[in-house]
């Protein structure tokens, strides 16, 4: 089965996935028609547990369920469960290294229509910053697909971070997952663009418009953490120059993860990001990602103008 | 209720180890280092209670399924719970000496990855509640006929989070939850009553939908019998309200707010240990 939004892919993975797995348990604060927790719901009303708008108490629960054996899946928002539920998360299941899966749905700026409070722009540097969290970020619903079951197979700590909204694959259906493992998407010889989620397809197609002028390399973080540095410097090695892109702002998030491993390299980097701004409202998706430069024609044109720099 | 009958023998047995328990606690804290003694000392007959008498647990065996929990969602009385813990044959009573040592594993606050015993990492407070709710759920969902305890400061109590917990634990009527509060009516920094309201603790506790009993929480013939209560008690979780004194059983350290987190000196220490003496 193939999806084109995230969170379809998603709620469709935990209703496979509980078809043997007894353990998985999802729980939802009141959004699990936008989460599509509501898909569990229906296929296992026994084991998906509506908390109610109770953000701190939903985490917290979930670790006392991951101490009983259970793998809990808590869905809300991203900018709810990084941001409210940060001290649940990081004092009980974090330092605890408990096997509770928190994924915030409706990231960065993908739920255009309600504006600054519910558009996280923050959650990656947020949930990084913990010590013991795994922090994914997959490109597409394909990768959703496959980093779902991944997760679910992993014992500790994850934060998944997936986008509201409908668009086109980029990555391979059925292929498997490996957490901490990103990938070439497209070979390349002078920037090395880093992407993650949506921003994977827009370096995909910056990099299909250069072609004639300029060679990008396009590799998908879609584990934040771990990262390993080493792997980074070598995935950026036969490059000039390297871009960093994401859909979140340029502290604490991808570009300064990719920077920070790039420190003692002499190639330029750019980081492509939201400028240590809240979001806003907007009628759609695209009216907000042109607002913020979260584009294909941006990535095109800071690669045509770091080249200069190398 | 019929309640069960325990012989003043029993009683006396757990009386004595209430006094072990916070003789352990000095020992701990030694002289000069900081420790919670005040919430420690009002929290010793309860967890002498639960750990010598009422729960079911088993050292040689710490993850045994239907075991019963208990967490210390007041986590800064750790020091209490290590020296009940060490008592139960956990790890050597010697080692409480180490508490706090850089390399030790009984830390500030329990540790779910380094002591064995402690069911998950608590000590920011108003968290615990909604830990146990989730283990209770978890509990029953497996049909494994287990309590989780859950022990509460009540300064804690001005914690949103945990009226959140309270909701939960009636919407999905966990009568295998027990929340025990700590009332010593002090906090940090001064009388938990200054801060907020605490009268009509049990009236709050009860329209949330949970069964409240209340007792002195240094008596362990009322102890047991507000557990065992809360045993046969179907529907609805139950909340034992225990009234009890900061400091208890160390005349200097009663109701005295800077005993919360304090040192003691050569002096303090052994006037605490001759006291405390069995």
């Known amino acids: 089965m193939s999806y084109t939004n995230q969170r379809i892919a998603y709620g469709n993975t935990l209703v496979e996935l509980g078809k043997n797995n007894k353990d998985i348990i999802v729980l939802d604060a009141d959004l699990a028609g936008s989460t599509m927790g509501k898909l569990f719901e229906a296929a296992y009303p026994d084991r998906h547990i509506e908390m109610g708008i109770a953000e701190a108490n939903m985490l917290s629960v979930s670790a006392g369920l991951a101490q009983t054996g259970k793998i809990p899946f808590a869905n809300s928002f991203a900018v709810f469960v990084a941001g409210r539920a940060f001290d649940q998360i990081r004092q009980t299941i974090a330092i605890g290294k408990l096997n509770v899966k928190i994924v915030g749905g409706s990231s960065g700026l993908s739920d255009f229509g309600d504006g600054a409070t519910h558009q996280s722009v923050e959650d990656i540097a947020i949930m990084s910053s913990i010590p013991n969290m795994t922090v994914i970020c997959p490109a597409d619903a394909n990768e959703t697909v496959e980093a779902t079951k991944a997760i679910a197979e992993y014992k500790g700590p994850v934060y998944m971070r997936l986008n509201r909204n409908?668009?086109?694959?980029?990555?391979?259906?059925?292929?498997?997952?490996?957490?901490?493992?990103?990938?070439?998407?497209?070979?390349?010889?002078?920037?090395?663009?880093?992407?993650?989620g949506y921003t994977v397809g827009l370096a995909l197609k910056a990099a299909e418009s250069l072609e004639e002028k300029l060679s990008l390399k396009v590799i998908n973080v879609s584990t934040i953490k771990p990262l390993n540095a080493d792997t980074i410097i070598s995935l950026a090695e036969n490059c000039k120059a390297v871009v960093t892109a994401e859909e979140h702002s340029i502290y604490g998030g991808l570009g300064s993860i990719v920077a920070a491993a790039l420190a003692k390299s002499?190639?330029?980097?750019?980081?492509?990001g939201i400028n240590d701004t809240f979001g806003r409202s907007a009628h759609k998706y695209q009216e907000l990602l042109d607002f913020y430069g979260i584009t294909a024609d941006h990535i095109k044109e800071v690669s045509e103008n770091i080249i200069k720099m190398a | 209720m019929k309640s069960n009958y325990y012989s003043d023998e029993e009683i006396k047995s757990l009386e004595k180890k209430a006094q072990l328990l916070r003789r352990d606690v000095v020992k701990c804290m030694g002289i000069g280092n900081a420790g919670h003694l005040g919430g420690s000392c009002s929290a010793a007959e309860i967890i002498a209670c639960l750990y010598f008498h009422k729960m079911k647990h088993s050292s040689k065996n710490p993850h045994m399924v239907d075991r019963d929990r208990f967490l210390l969602s007041k986590g800064h009385v750790a020091i209490l719970q290590y020296a009940a813990l060490a008592e139960c044959g956990y790890f050597p009573v010697e080692d409480l000496q180490s508490a706090k040592d850089i390399h030790s594993y009984l830390q500030g606050h329990p540790d779910v990855l380094k002591?064995?015993?402690?069911?998950?990492?608590?000590?920011?407070?108003?968290?615990?509640?909604?830990?146990?709710?989730?283990?209770?759920?978890?509990?029953?969902?497996?049909?494994?006929?287990?309590?989780v305890y859950v022990l509460l400061?009540?300064?804690?109590l001005a914690e949103g989070q945990v009226w959140e917990a309270a909701l939960a634990g009636k919407e999905f009527n966990l009568d295998n939850i027990v929340a025990i509060v700590d009332k010593n009516g002090l906090q940090a920094t001064g009388k938990?009553?200054?801060?907020?309201?605490?009268?009509?603790?049990?009236?709050?506790?009860?329209?949330?939908g949970w069964n409240v009993i209340e007792i002195n929480g240094h008596d362990v013939r009322q102890i047991l019998s507000a557990l065992d209560e809360a045993d046969v008690k179907k529907g609805c979780p139950t909340v034992i309200i225990a009234n009890t004194v900061k400091g208890k059983g160390i005349s200097f350290a009663e109701n005295v707010v800077s005993f919360h987190n304090c040192t003691l000196t050569e002096e303090m220490y052994n006037s605490a240990l001759k006291e405390l003496a069995d």
């Open chain 1, 266 to 272: 002499k190639k330029p980097l750019e980081i492509i």
């Open chain 2, 115 to 147: 002591t064995p015993g402690i069911e998950a990492g608590t000590g920011s407070l108003g968290q615990g509640l909604s830990i146990g709710i989730g283990m209770a759920m978890g509990l029953k969902m497996d049909k494994i006929d287990s309590k």
């Open chain 2, 153 to 156: 400061g009540d300064g804690e």
């Open chain 1, 166 to 196: 409908e668009y086109a694959n980029v990555s391979e259906e059925g292929k498997k997952f490996v957490i901490g493992q990103p990938t070439v998407m497209k070979e390349g010889s002078d920037v090395a663009v880093f992407a993650t």
């Open chain 2, 192 to 208: 938990v009553a200054d801060r907020f309201n605490i009268d009509h603790l049990n009236e709050k506790w009860n329209s949330f």
